[in-house]
């Protein structure tokens, strides 16, 4: 499954969640911890592989130093 087609069936159970008073049945609880575990197994490989942006890495500054004349 792609993350794209988890990430649409999230959707969908969260707004079957609200429409439902924000209650789960038993199918929809396993369904969503499912596919919440393989976004999460898709977002792990691409930290690991570099294809996720973080806020806290460390960017590269180059500071001029000002010459003394």
């Known amino acids: 499954m792609l993350s794209s087609e988890i990430t649409r069936e ?4 969260t707004q079957t969640w609200r429409n439902n008073n924000f209650v789960f049945t038993g199918e929809q609880r396993r369904k969503y911890d499912r596919l919440l575990s393989q976004r999460r197994e898709f977002i792990k490989q691409w930290k690991e592989e570099g294809r996720v ?3 806290t890495t460390p960017t590269k ?3 001029k130093k000002e010459e003394k004349a």
């Open 61 to 63: 500054v180059k500071v």
């Open 53 to 55: 942006y973080s806020s």
């Open 10 to 13: 999230l959707q969908s159970l």
